[in-house]
């Protein structure tokens, strides 16, 4: 005797060895034995084999058309042997009645199953229902297909072009152009950056590193509500002093201005101007909620997305010529550049001229500040500004912030509407300049004098600590080692940090005798501070990536196949005149930092972007070579 029995969901056939009243045991095709219960059972066979059974009803099952056998059927519950019998017009073979039972059994949309051997057939609106959506389902992945074919030949269908920014951020795998993306990819070998470059889905690199972060940071975009910028306090005092900025000639936020007044029997009284939106921007206010949105400024080469809208920005900063609001710290300083007393002011200041490093730095600089300065504007402040300058750095213990310091300046010439088309030229400058001590010095005065201020009357404030050697933000007054200060919070930035703007409403309050927007161990000023550190990294590793960028683009515009580089550390150089660091994996194993070598370009990769090397030789050693890090004011 042989059975057809159902297990784990397929049917198989085998000879009965042993008949108890609840199981059997049967023997396969294969000589394996297995046990099995009695309710398994469909069909008891003399003939054929159980292996023959099988193997000649399943090509006859293949025969018959689910839809007929629909169309045949009744619509109650039915047995498939019964409907063999009907299907057939008499009592059927085993290889007859399996075969029905085959073909039922693979129609799930015609046929529902009811218990063991049992069916019935489904209602013609679920039917109708069904084969809709498996015919949806065919003509998808035809179009899947097509649409996989299409991508290899790096030809983008419309329907995969029209997601490309989607594709490349945020996928959608329940979605068919996502599937023949992914699967069009994987076929090529190619990122999908890289599959839709070659397609021209994207036009430039530039492109594709602008618009991810943008999608990351400002999903809704970077145009700014409609709001009108405040009204410039009417009631300040005017401040009889003739303040100036320093800053390079593409700077539109200048936050901060200089003024010096000679006091004679005494030494002077140098003023530190902050550009003061925090007397107009109240907490809470719709600007408020744009900043605080935004957190800061984003800097990238021959562009910026600005914190603040451009008619803020322009009713606040210091612009030459003209009366601007500012926070002001009065230094009274004697002969030997101690300071004697200090005072802050909420105030209007006349910005007499704005300097711009390009034009002062030709006749302000390290030969001309011992040799002798000719004759220009405000250089005499100038040059009793550097000398307090180096005084306070003295006091401190601790070199400039900028010294040692390299910046790099990207001049982006072209229409970044079409960035391929755009030429860079990047020059390197040396910072550690009069100029730049100047200005550094005195910012670490104003931010750890105020800082100071704040802490001693117990107000809260956001602060910039550095211990062993990590530096974080905290609402504690913690000391700033690498600057060798006390305290040190940010607040010479305030048109383009939003901590910097917390912090100057605390700093007015505290100036005005007001309770401030803030209190000490508030949860919304944690938050603030959060989400600002979060988001200046990520402004910050934008910069970055963008600078590289258009590193790689100056090396191709100059075809550039050897350079010069520095060893920083294992597998690690920085590129000669650029801020470019790249790793080796050729480099010697000796290299030690400091090595000079020589590298070939292998080839560059704006997608990545990334540029492969090879170690070629080594030039000369210099010990010591410091890596690039700084403290921004």
């Known amino acids: ?54 193997e000649q009803a399943t090509p006859l099952a293949e025969e018959i058309e689910a839809d007929f056998l629909w169309e045949c059927a009744s619509d109650g519950e039915f047995s498939f042997l019964d409907f063999a019998r009907d299907y057939y017009g008499h009592d059927p073979a085993p290889i007859e009645a399996t075969a029905v039972l085959l073909a039922v059994h693979a129609a799930p949309v015609y046929f529902h199953r009811k218990g063991k051997g049992r069916f019935r057939k489904a209602p013609p609106d679920i039917l109708a229902a069904a084969l809709a959506s498996l015919e949806k389902k065919r003509q998808q992945a035809l179009a899947i297909e097509g649409w996989i074919s299409e991508l290899k030949a790096f030809r983008p269908p419309p329907e995969i072009a029209a997601l490309t920014d989607a594709l490349l951020y945020a996928p959608d795998r329940n979605k068919p152009e996502t599937k023949a993306f992914e699967t069009a990819c994987s076929d090529t070998g190619l990122t999908p950056a890289q599959l839709l470059f070659q397609c021209g889905a994207i036009r430039s690199a530039y492109h594709l590193h602008y618009r991810r972060f943008l999608h990351e940071q400002f999903p809704k975009g970077t145009a700014f509500p409609a709001l009108a910028a405040p009204e410039l306090p009417g009631d300040l005092p005017r401040a009889d002093v003739p303040a100036f900025s320093i800053d390079d000639a593409a700077t539109t936020e200048i ?60 009713s606040y900063t210091l612009a030459g010529g003209v009366d601007c609001p500012a926070v002001s710290l009065y230094l009274t300083v004697n002969d030997d550049f101690e300071v004697i007393s200090q005072e802050s002011r909420l105030e209007m200041v006349h910005i007499a001229a704005n ?75 040396r910072r550690g300049s009069p100029l730049d001590k100047l200005v550094a010095e005195l910012m670490i005065v104003a931010n750890s004098t105020w800082g100071g201020l704040l802490a001693e009357r117990n107000i809260a404030c956001l602060y910039r600590a550095q211990t062993q050697g990590k530096v974080r933000m905290t609402t504690s007054p913690l000391p700033h080692e690498g600057l060798g200060v006390p305290q040190y919070a940010w607040m010479t930035s305030p048109l383009r940090r939003y901590c910097d703007l917390v912090n100057q409403w ?75 660091l790249v790793r080796v994996p050729s480099l010697p194993a000796d290299a030690a930092p400091g090595r000079r070598v020589r590298l070939a370009l292998d080839a560059i990769d704006l997608l990545g972007p990334e540029v492969a090397c090879r170690y070629l030789c080594v030039i000369e050693e210099i010990p010591g070579e410091p890596v690039e890090e700084e403290e921004a004011q």
Not at 31 to 44: E, M, P, W, Y
Not at 375 to 384: K, N, Q, R
Not at 529 to 552: G, I, K
């Open 1 to 54: 005797m042989n059975v057809l029995f159902e297990e784990d969901g397929g049917f198989k056939a085998g000879s009965v060895m042993a008949d108890n009243d609840s199981s059997l045991q049967v023997e396969m095709s294969t000589g394996k034995r297995s046990k099995i219960k009695t309710a398994t059972v469909l069909l008891r066979f003399e003939k054929p084999s159980p292996g023959a059974l099988l």
């Open 355 to 429: 300097l711009r490093h390009h034009e002062i730095e030709p006749v302000f600089n390290a030969e001309t500040v011992v040799s002798g300065l000719s004759g220009f504007p405000f250089s005499d402040e100038l040059l009793h500004l550097w000398r307090f300058a180096n005084a306070c750095e003295g006091r401190r213990g601790k070199p400039s912030a900028t010294q040692g310091i390299n910046d790099y300046n990207f001049a982006i010439a072209g229409d970044l509407a079409d960035p391929d088309r755009c030429t860079v030229e990047i020059g390197e400058r």
């Open 255 to 314: 936050d901060d201005a200089l003024s010096v007044v000679w006091l004679p029997g005494i030494g002077s009284r140098i003023g530190i101007h902050i550009a003061a939106p925090g007397l107009a921007i109240e907490h809470g206010s719709p600007l408020d909620g744009v900043a605080r949105t935004r957190l800061s400024t984003v800097y990238m080469p021959g562009n910026k997305i600005t914190m603040l809208p451009d008619a803020v920005v322009g």
């Open 506 to 580: 605390q700093l007015i309050a505290c100036l005005k005798g007001e309770t401030p927007p803030f209190a000490q161990r508030s949860a919304e000023l944690f938050g603030a501070m959060r989400d600002f550190e979060t988001t200046y990294a990520a402004y910050a590793d934008f910069q970055r990536l963008m600078e590289r960028y258009w590193c790689l683009r100056w090396l191709q515009q100059r075809g550039i196949r050897e350079i010069g580089a520095t060893v920083r550390r294992e597998q690690q150089v920085k590129l000669d005149g650029l801020p470019l």
